[in-house]
């Protein structure tokens, strides 16, 4: 984790997005904050270019425009045929039938990191029709999670397993896995769940480290970083406004040292 | 009021938006501050979707995109069938002809709270053909008010009287009424005219506020809580960018008293 | 300089964009803090009518929607015929082939002031056909620059003299021109590139300017402010976040003096 927080800061990697118009300033400003560079896109030509200039992709499906119904597959197809990791964000699954429709569509090509609260990790193993998703008879509530991330465990290292990378669930006590084992990740604040994007730009962190590290080793390093520059944001700030800016602020002061210390519980999935 | 703020804190009502790229942000931030829950979309089915999920909807016709077409009618006539309050904020009105057709078409299907800067209450009162809309003979100027906010008096009543809920206009002195009385509300600060998304924010926050109280009370709640806010932001800030800092922080640490406290001036409309 | 600063603090000039969704929200209140007054809309219609509302026009190819097809050309001829300026930043220009197409058109009614990094201005001058652009033989790497302030000068003068008006590319150090002069712009600080849409908000600040200045002024004025806000910026934050946030409250509080003051070096061109 630490080799990558220092690459990144080293190398400046590119990690384009097809992200949701309300977080997108948040995502983009995140991932500067860690070292990487950022590029939204809409038009699946320019999600084909983007997934060939840049390292690693991330793809957030909170406000979809009817253009993604192009863009989305095609640019995780691109991906694949380019050999570069993508991070799915599967905001708001459940609401419409386009966004149902996208994630059944990627599956075929599987993004190398799930990123998501509880709720969207079940949701997007039973679009994917694997095993350990049993149907929890639950609609959508909207973008926040209604399921607790234990509960999601199962559907975390299915989904893992199918796709050969990794998967983050958020939450109070976050949980990554790649399948073969399951990590536990404590820190952060409740503060950043009264910051919209939260979740968004540690997606958009996720794929800058994964366009220099392996999709567990990368997710992880995005994880410990919020984690991290949470708890310091949390300790400097009087409420959600002043967050947010003392976020940035202690994320970009991160050092690879910091990040590689946080404290993670290792377990077989 | 101190009940609706209240409630709203304990139960984290679900307010989606359909509302402008601008300030999607500061939306969605305020109504997480205020102890509500966001979710913002673009589709004609995710817009239906959401209006059955949430306890009211918001629908701010700044940035329209041509799926707004279809978008904005549907989930107006949604949260009708389902007797859900919607919230429109007539941004922009009288620039292009998407703007004018939807506000005109939403008129079947009224919003419970009309918020807009005079200039806005004033053009809807115009396009519904109500009475008290004298043609003020003037076109767009953008999106601020070119007019008083006691010259959309007539016209905020109105449109209260026609659509059986509430109106809001936004100004140095807020108005807010039902067509029966008239509320005038103090406060605030010149500071929020230099920060984009002011007027959005507090729609989003009246629709937080409409999940839990009737239209008037709503209005008035979301109108004494910006006004409280933003008198206490502008004590702690040193210019445009600390005052939205400072904001947030604010309306995120408002006491349900500080906002029923707020002076506000009744009478007859 | 120091005119159109005051100027604009007076009139409050109207300057409409269409701009990247990415960094809207930070374009509009960096309009504001220097006294302008902000409207972002997408649809051809909207685009013709906000050219004739306006003072001048901002467009950002940022973040392309299919609707901007017909809305950039539409938008950048009715400048033309209003005799309106207009500001043209080619942001991400080599990604997907609409962003190419719109170049190439709006060449008919070209930009009173383009602004870009320095691989943006050398792009267009090719897609301008212009002589001073030699193909540099490298393709687009995202939404940096890969090319040195200096590198672009050939092509920034090209453009000034084949639009009459003028070109700021931004870089350590900014280079203006109008065709006959070419001036350097010291200033500004490193954190400006840590945060999105420095550069996009520069342009938007052009825009307003324009308004009430030819463009040599306005993209001299622009430049001048924001190398003197990012310099006092730069003192008083602690990292991207709050430079940011002080950045706006720099931008609100510099003086006509102080943005006159800012030492610039003019050569012939």
Redesign the interface.
């Known amino acids: 984790m630490a080799a990558a927080v220092r690459e990144v800061r080293a190398a400046n990697p590119?990690a384009?997005s097809i992200t949701?118009?309300?977080?997108?300033?948040?995502v983009?400003?995140a991932q500067?904050?860690v070292g990487g560079?950022?590029?939204?896109?809409?038009?699946p030509?320019?999600g084909e270019?983007?997934a060939a200039?840049?390292g690693a992709v991330y793809i957030n499906l909170?406000?979809?425009?009817?253009?993604y119904e192009e863009t989305v597959p095609r640019t995780a197809r691109a991906c694949a045929e380019a050999a570069k990791p993508w991070v799915l964000d599967p905001v708001?699954v459940g609401?419409?039938?386009?966004?149902t429709e996208l994630i059944r569509a990627v599956k075929a090509w599987p993004a190398a990191i799930v990123r998501g609260n509880a709720s969207e990790i079940i949701a997007v193993a039973e679009l994917w029709g694997l095993d350990a998703a049993a149907d929890n008879g639950r609609?959508?509530?909207?973008?926040?999670a209604t399921d607790s991330v234990e509960a999601a465990r199962a559907a975390a290292v299915a989904i893992a397993r199918f796709s050969g990378g990794a998967v983050a669930v958020s939450g109070p006590t976050d949980l990554v896995t790649d399948g073969a084992v399951v990590v536990r990740a404590e820190g952060g604040s409740p503060l950043m769940?009264?910051?919209?994007?939260s979740g968004c730009s540690l997606g958009g962190v996720a794929a800058v480290y994964a366009c220099v590290a392996d999709p567990l080793t990368a997710a992880l390093a995005a994880t410990a970083a919020y984690n991290r520059a949470g708890a310091q944001a949390a300790e400097r700030?009087?409420?959600?406004?002043?967050f947010?800016?003392?976020?940035?602020?202690?994320l970009?002061?991160l050092t690879p040292e910091e990040v590689a210390d946080a404290p993670l519980a290792f377990e077989e999935a």
């Open positions: 590119l384009p949701n118009t309300v977080t997108q300033n948040f983009a400003n500067l904050a560079s950022a590029a939204m896109v809409y038009l030509d320019e270019c983007v200039l840049g909170g406000t979809l425009l009817p253009v708001g609401i419409g039938s386009l966004r609609g959508p509530r909207g973008v926040d769940c009264s910051v919209t994007g700030c009087s409420g959600p406004g002043s947010q800016v003392a976020f940035l602020d202690a970009a002061a």
